[in-house]
């Protein structure tokens, strides 16, 4: 496409999401799932085959400051008091989820084990966009907003370096203790490499003085701490997520003036608004009937194993594991925060991001796209559209207390 059409493009889609803003303000949708459904409807009306929704838009373009703004309003100390439960579905909440993901569709579908553990790992990370939006609005405690989000954020990141070890899996055997070493490596790096790019941010911002020189650093860190990351193969989402999180909490004589933090929400706020509201248009637009319509079985059974997935990680690990350390003084984590964690696992950008960047000569490659979409659309519709109600209903809103580390 030409570059007036590419900018026509952009502008209808954002005219369209301010159109979608001003309906949902006056109905119980989430944003972000109206504007999947928006594009959705787009896609059926009015197909563009001229227009290529790649993986790097999405990935380098959008990405980044959609989670380098999120980070970078997580509180660190209530991410402290969390952090085993936000590690626990960050981490081993992916593997089991790819695990059993790729178990349950290849026992259904027949689907070889290697393209279905594939699947599975680009369905494994969560995207809680919707969920959020409703805590906000209903003033759901800021414990278990926090456990949700930077479990979204961490999990992203160890959800595609699971996603580029299964790929490489399916082409070239890998053994477990290669792969488990890659995986810890790359985690440790990025973070590492995100923690220094966020602390010389937050001093470059002191010396600038000036607002808009401070915005434009936080600019700098966000994508360019993405894309140094992703040039050495390591994780970008990671390094990007420390970067926002050092940045957002940096305290001490680093600790940043009001007036610059203000600058700084006010930009991101707006910035990260434009960034939703595209990218979730494009997830719409870029699913097609004709691709769900072949992937039936495998949308069934892809959603059936993240549930099932889900429930282990939730109500087994995190549930579980905090009951058995109260008889030593510490309160379990209440069963209404349980019950927002298991349905808050909708799936979102990360996940059609990874399903373009899929090879063309990919055995079963429009079956598995096809099977992700349709995961996809199910969490936004499904759990997205009912949030709201389930958060009402769990009791967390009436005197809630802290989230307890489960380990």
């Known amino acids: 496409m030409g570059s007036e059409v590419v900018v026509g493009l952009f502008v209808a889609l954002v005219a369209i999401a301010v159109g979608v803003a001003l309906v949902t303000q006056r109905l119980s949708i989430p944003f972000s799932v109206a504007l999947v459904a928006a594009g959705f409807a787009l896609s059926v009306a009015q197909p563009v085959p001229d227009a290529r929704i790649t993986p790097d838009l999405i990935l380098a373009v959008f990405i980044p400051g959609l989670v380098f703004e999120a980070a970078y309003h997580i509180d660190l100390d209530q991410l402290r008091r969390s952090f085993a439960s936000v590690a626990i579905l960050a981490v081993p909440g992916v593997v089991i989820t790819a695990a059993l993901v790729a178990a349950v569709v290849t026992a ?40 949700v989000e930077a479990e979204s954020l961490l999990n992203d990141g160890t959800g595609v370096v699971l996603f580029t070890i299964a790929l490489a899996a399916a082409s070239t055997p890998v053994s477990p203790l290669d792969a488990v070493a890659r995986f810890v490596a790359e985690l440790a790096v990025s ?146 925060y349980l019950h ?47 949030a709201g109600w389930v958060v009402r209903r769990s009791g967390v809103l009436v005197d809630p207390p802290a989230v307890a580390r489960p380990s």
């Open 108 to 147: 259904a579908t027949g689907l070889e084990a290697s393209l279905a553990f594939v699947l599975g790992a680009i369905v494994c990370a969560t995207d809680p966009v919707a969920t959020v939006a409703v805590f906000k609005q209903l003033h759901a405690p800021k414990a278990l907003g926090t456990v």
């Open 191 to 336: 973070a590492a490499l995100g923690a220094v790019s966020g602390l010389v941010a937050v001093r470059t911002m002191h010396l600038a003085r000036d607002h808009t020189v401070q915005v434009m650093v936080s600019l700098v860190a966000a994508y360019g701490t993405y894309l140094v990351a992703d040039s050495i193969h390591m994780s970008g989402i990671i390094a990007t997520v420390v970067a926002g999180i050092v940045i957002g909490n940096a305290g001490g004589r680093f600790a940043l003036p009001a007036s610059t933090t203000e600058a700084l929400d006010t930009v991101w706020e707006t910035l990260a608004f434009l960034l939703t509201a595209v990218v979730f248009l494009l997830i719409g637009v870029v699913i097609t009937p004709a691709q769900l319509a072949v992937a039936v079985p495998v949308i069934a059974a892809g959603f059936v194993g993240i549930s099932a997935a889900r429930a282990i990680v939730v109500y087994g690990l995190i549930g579980a594991g905090s009951r058995l350390l109260a008889p030593r003084g510490r309160a379990a984590v209440p069963a209404g």
């Open 340 to 386: 927002v964690m298991f349905w808050a696992g909708l799936r979102g950008a990360i996940a059609v991001a990874l399903v373009l960047s899929l090879p063309a000569d990919l055995p079963q490659r429009q079956l598995i796209a096809g099977g992700v979409y349709g995961i996809v659309l199910i969490t936004l519709l499904l759990q997205g559209t009912t």
